[in-house]
């Protein structure tokens, strides 16, 4: 269960590497804790679940193939922007 899914991608397995780094310090940063990673060993789509959150991070192929906007499309889309500061 979790209230918000983020679903990006990075062109090639590095960037998603970065990606995933990158997203994991700014949880702990924030003081939030990360229950667990799944997928780091492919860097092709990596899950990362931060309890309320749940964050997949695809290369652009992987994510056109799962396509899991699809799946969620009626699902109520948030603007996050005024979550950033």
Known sequence: M???FV??????????????DAVEEA?????????????????????IDAFDVIVHVFTSEERGFYNLEKMWA??????????IS
């Open 74 to 83: 009626e699902a109520p889309l948030v603007n996050v922007e005024e979550w």
């Open 7 to 20: 679903i990006m991608s990075g062109r090639n397995d590095r960037q998603v590497k970065a990606i995933v």
């Open 27 to 47: 949880i702990e940063e924030a003081e939030f804790s990360v229950k667990g990673i799944e997928g780091k060993d492919g860097n092709r789509w990596i899950l």
């Open 2 to 4: 979790a209230d918000y």
